[in-house]
């Protein structure tokens, strides 16, 4: 399905890249930008799918592009936001899924655009409404030490990375071959051992999970 | 270990030596020390006999006083004429004043150990270095000139002029080595002691942040152009070749090689941010300052005799400041001295790291002209260490650190 999408990037280079990756799934820009004030501006004027913006941009170069999305959200809470970053820092993810469990949200490594059909999936689930967030945000998650992590298996873990990339349990038994039942059982004895309530959405699944390693 | 730059000098070849100022700026300091010396002699031995006379009287208590504390002065005349030998002014040990006017002044002046301190010296100025300035210099140009003249009297003591214009070149050696210890021991016996430093700790404290503040603004500097130019390129081709992989055949031997093309800049990107996150020479790191340094010497376009010898690794901070003090001096030896050859020399002593980077530029670095120099003393100071620079104009330049490893 096509979308229509506002992307904020203030590297020619790599806004062509975008561009190109996303008009070639079908997906038309009905604005391309280079900083922050004209990527609200933009957003109000065409009402888009999906944004899909850089964090360092001007005017301040450091994270200007983040706050526009958290301001886009205030005035529109179900629009779907992705956030692109040369670095993954925990803040700005934490900044990123405490906007509310309206509209989807999704934070990703640059680097992920290159891994083209992927970022082309990764910006459908947003779109959808679900949370994308970057592997490398989990695998530093989860490098921390905290005693309740210790508690799960090996494979536990996988699975609990697999969710808090925000995947679905079908997609999570794709990727490890297992059965989606396999799958259910692993997740319902993670929330088990981490004292999480069993919740429908994928998505607050993720927020309750990045909260709770947030702590 | 003290270094004096003067005696570093001395070391020099000898046609570089006898045509450096440091003769000439030996010769002003021990003459100019002749001179003062001998006039306060003459000040203080006349206020010491006036004083004694007119005790009686009451008049020569003042007197006695002005005379204990004309060390204040000397020492003030000293600290001036000191910066003939020595580039780094020695900081005036007094406080300022507790109490308003000439009392407050006074009783502040007469509690201080450092006002004492230079009444000691005067006394030993007077009694011992103030003769030998006079002797050295007596003996160094009179001693040839008497001999040159010999013959005016005795035409058959020919060879004794012949004697005396051979000790010509000697004389500068004798005078500055003499000048160089003198303004040692002046600089000893002067400098202000830890207690006294208080407002020269507070002058390190804002240097380290000076230090620490022109450090982090050029890593942010270097960050920011590896995001804005090498990463962002980097990641858009690796989109590029994304691309290209969606048009190739599956399974063919181009999605292949664009499969290991996209892995290869992949790495690179990553490598890029591992660079940009922390902007410090790895070889530092992992081996210490004579590998690094090598390394560093290795890409220079001057070609660089290095010679560090150091018992064991010195700490982090002391090798990281050494680090830049080497690379910081022979990027200005390449840029601005015009120099064909530099050495760098280091050793542990007593666990004070010694450094010092020389070149045989055209010298006439200014610690006062750039800012270079100055982030250099500071880096040094944060690690509590002391830098000096000897670059007379025309050469040859040398950097002394001495960076204490506790």
């Known amino acids: 399905m096509s979308l229509t999408v506002v992307l904020a990037e203030d590297s020619p280079l790599m806004r062509d890249g975008l561009v190109g990756v996303l008009t070639r799934f079908g997906h038309r820009l009905v604005a391309e930008v280079g900083d922050a004030e004209s990527l609200i501006t933009a957003v109000r004027a065409r009402r888009p799918d999906i944004v899909v913006t850089d964090i360092r941009m001007p005017p301040d170069h450091s994270d200007d592009g983040l706050r526009a999305a958290v301001a886009l959200r205030r005035e529109h809470p179900a629009l779907p936001v992705l956030v692109l970053s040369q670095y993954v820092e925990q803040s700005y993810a934490a900044r990123l899924l405490d906007l509310g469990s309206d509209g989807g949200v999704g934070y990703l490594l640059k680097d992920r655009v290159s891994a083209v059909t992927e970022f082309v999936d990764a910006v459908a689930r947003v779109a959808a409404g679900e949370t994308v967030v970057d592997p490398e945000v989990v695998r530093q998650l989860l490098h921390r030490q905290q005693d309740p ?30 059965t989606e039942a396999a799958v259910n059982k692993h997740v319902s004895a993670i929330l088990q051992k981490l004292d999480l309530r069993v919740d429908g959405e994928g998505h607050r699944r993720v927020l309750a999970v990045l909260a709770y390693l947030r702590a | 270990m003290h270094h004096s730059t003067a005696w ?23 003459l100019t020390g002749g ?43 000293e600290r001036r004429r000191l910066l003939l030998m020595d580039p780094d002014p020695l900081p005036d040990p007094h406080r300022p ?103 020269r700790l507070t002058e390190v404290r804002a240097s380290r942040a000076r230090l620490v503040g022109s450090f982090d603004a050029e890593r942010r500097r270097i960050e920011r152009d590896l995001h804005d130019g090498a990463q962002q390129r980097l990641v ?84 990281t400041a050494a680090y830049f003090v080497v690379a910081e001096s022979l990027a200005n030896a390449t840029k601005h001295s015009a120099a064909t050859r530099a050495e760098v020399h280091a050793r542990l002593h007593a666990d004070v790291l010694t450094l010092s980077i020389s070149d045989n530029g055209v010298g006439g670095a200014d610690p006062a ?14 690690a509590d260490g002391r830098l000096r620079i000897s670059s007379p104009a025309g050469g040859p330049t040398l950097l002394h650190a001495e960076i204490p490893c506790r």
């Open chain 2, 236 to 319: 858009s081709l690796n989109v590029l070749l994304g691309m290209a992989r969606l048009d190739a055949e599956p399974g063919s031997s181009v999605a292949r090689q664009l499969d290991s093309a996209q892995e290869q800049v992949g790495l690179a990107v990553d490598e890029l941010r591992e660079l940009s996150r922390g902007v410090h020479p790895k070889a530092l790191t992992d081996h210490g300052l004579p590998e690094a340094v090598g390394n560093l010497t290795a890409r220079s376009v001057l070609p660089v005799t290095v010679d560090i010898r150091l018992p064991h690794r010195p700490p982090a901070a002391v090798e």
């Open chain 1, 149 to 178: 992590l210790q508690r799960l298996t090996p494979r536990e873990r996988e699975v609990l990375s697999l969710m808090a990339e925000g995947r679905a349990n079908a997609a999570i038994a794709r990727q490890l071959y297992v």
């Open chain 2, 97 to 199: 004043p507790d109490g308003p006017g000439a009392r407050g002044w006074l009783a502040t002046r007469l509690r201080e150990p450092a006002t004492w301190r230079e009444l000691g010296f005067t006394a030993a100025s007077l009694a011992a270095m103030w003769w030998m300035d006079v002797l050295v210099l007596g003996v160094s140009l009179g001693v040839p000139v008497l001999l040159a003249t010999s013959p005016v009297d005795d035409p058959g003591a020919w060879p004794l002029a012949v004697l005396a214009v051979c000790l010509v070149p000697v004389a500068p050696y004798t005078i500055t080595v003499w000048a160089g210890a003198r303004a040692a021991m002046t600089r000893a016996i002067l400098a202000p002691r830890d207690g006294e430093l208080g407002r």
């Open chain 2, 8 to 30: 570093r000098a001395v070391g020099q070849s000898p046609w570089k030596f006898l045509t450096s100022s440091w003769p000439w700026r030996s010769f002003l300091y021990l």
């Open chain 2, 369 to 382: 002209a750039g800012t270079g120099l100055v982030g250099l003393a500071d880096r040094v100071a944060a």
């Open chain 2, 35 to 77: 001179l003062f010396g001998a006039l306060v002699l003459t000040v203080l031995a006349a206020l010491t006999l006036a004083g004694v006379v007119s005790l009686v009287v009451g008049v020569g208590a003042v007197l006695l006083l002005g005379v204990s504390l004309s060390g204040i002065v000397v020492s003030r005349v």
